[in-house]
C-alpha cells in the first residue's frame, strides 16, 4: 500500500534544499564573507541539507516532481540543484561526496531558464 505524500511538506523540502544549498555554494566561494560560518556551523548546515534531500527522496516520484514544479516557478541554481541530485543515478548522494566547484561548472552550462 503506498503512503501518501503530504505535498506542502515535500515542497518545504525542496524549497529548504535550494536555499541551503545557496549558502553552502555561497560560503564555500566568499568564507571571509561570512566569519560566523565556522566548520562546525558548516557540518550543521550540511546534515539539514542531506535531511531536506532525503525528505524529497523518501517521496520518490513526487518528490522529484515537487522539486521540478519548484524549478520551473524559480528557475534558479538552488532549485536546478535539488533537480539534478535527485536525478543523479547513484540513490544516494552525499554534498560532502561533491566538487563544488564541478557542480558550479554544470549548473553554469546548463544555465538558468530564461
Excluded at 524549478?71 to 532549485?79: F, S, T, V
Aim: aromatic share 6%.
Amino acid at each position: 500500500m503506498a503512503v501518501p505524500v503530504l505535498e506542502d511538506i515535500v515542497r518545504q523540502h525542496a524549497e529548504e534544499a535550494a536555499h541551503l544549498w545557496t549558502i553552502y555554494d555561497e560560503a564555500l566561494r566568499h568564507p571571509d564573507d561570512n566569519p560566523d560560518m565556522d566548520e562546525e556551523r558548516l557540518d550543521r548546515l550540511v546534515d539539514r541539507l542531506d535531511a531536506h534531500l532525503d525528505g524529497l527522496r523518501v517521496a520518490g516520484e513526487d518528490g522529484k516532481r515537487i522539486a521540478a514544479e519548484r524549478y520551473e516557478e524559480y528557475p534558479e541554481a538552488g532549485e536546478l540543484f535539488v533537480v539534478q541530485i535527485l536525478s543523479a543515478k547513484r540513490e544516494v548522494l552525499k554534498i560532502r561526496e561533491f566538487d563544488p566547484d564541478r557542480i558550479r561548472a554544470w549548473l553554469h552550462e546548463n544555465g538558468k531558464k530564461s
